[in-house]
């Protein structure tokens, strides 16, 4: 069997610290605080990578001798990147962008070993196909409220799930940390 390093995961997310959890990977939170603002211009990759370097850098500068993992999640559909909703109409409005179509889930991992002065950054994608909402399952979602702190405004994990028609790659991607990818990364 493997036994797999204690981790430092730069994040506050619950879902990133769940899905460590349920893999029984041991780690130690470090919520750290970046500007998670998005470029003008600057790609769905490049950002979620860029905001994954950053955060495992902040984490990195706090604590030696150390693995940092950091991962950031956003959703693409056509040419939109939808991050976090700022308010309720937003919610609604990225859902009905994302109704009935395929979109882009993508997630930037930074793992940095100081162990071996080694860094990583990646990403992985996942594409998703929200089934067909009517307004009346739009507005439900969004005054459950579940939509206002996730990238692309849904939880696949949560009350969300009942609109995902398939998906097609890594389910924990979608979640926001794509385990098997950082599997890889450490090991490798």
């Given at each position: 069997?493997?036994?797999?390093?204690?981790?430092?995961?730069?994040?506050?997310?619950?879902?990133?610290?769940?899905?460590?959890?349920?893999?029984?990977?041991?780690?130690?939170?470090?919520?750290?605080?970046?500007?998670?603002?998005?470029?003008?211009?600057?790609?769905?990759?490049?950002?979620?990578?860029?905001?994954?370097?950053?955060?495992?850098?902040?984490?990195?500068?706090?604590?030696?001798?150390?693995?940092?993992?950091?991962?950031?999640?956003?959703?693409?559909?056509?040419?939109?990147?939808?991050?976090?909703?700022?308010?309720?109409?937003?919610?609604?409005?990225?859902?009905?962008?994302?109704?009935?179509?395929?979109?882009?889930?993508?997630?930037?991992?930074?793992?940095?070993?100081?162990?071996?002065?080694?860094?990583?950054?990646?990403?992985?994608?996942?594409?998703?196909?929200?089934?067909?909402?009517?307004?009346?399952?739009?507005?439900?979602?969004?005054?459950?409220?579940?939509?206002?702190?996730?990238?692309?405004?849904?939880?696949?994990?949560?009350l969300g799930a009942r609109f995902i028609e398939e998906i097609k790659g890594d389910y924990f991607n979608?979640?926001?940390?794509?385990?098997?990818?950082?599997?890889?990364?450490?090991?490798?």
């Amino acid at each position: 069997m493997i036994e797999l390093p204690k981790i430092v995961l730069a994040s506050a997310s619950p879902r990133r610290a769940e899905i460590l959890r349920i893999v029984g990977w041991p780690f130690e939170p470090l919520p750290v605080d970046i500007d998670e603002t998005r470029h003008a211009g600057e790609a769905a990759v490049v950002y979620v990578q860029r905001l994954a370097r950053e955060k495992a850098e902040a984490a990195a500068a706090k604590r030696s001798e150390s693995i940092i993992l950091a991962a950031d999640t956003t959703v693409v559909v056509d040419e939109h990147v939808l991050e976090k909703p700022s308010d309720k109409s937003e919610a609604a409005g990225m859902l009905r962008l994302l109704n009935n179509r395929w979109h882009q889930v993508m997630t930037g991992v930074a793992v940095i070993n100081q162990r071996t002065s080694r860094t990583v950054v990646t990403h992985r994608e996942t594409a998703v196909k929200f089934a067909a909402m009517s307004d009346d399952d739009i507005n439900w979602y969004v005054a459950s409220g579940e939509p206002m702190d996730k990238a692309g405004a849904y939880a696949i994990q949560g009350l969300g799930a009942r609109f995902i028609e398939e998906i097609k790659g890594d389910y924990f991607n979608v979640v926001g940390l794509p385990v098997r990818l950082v599997y890889e990364v450490v090991f490798s």
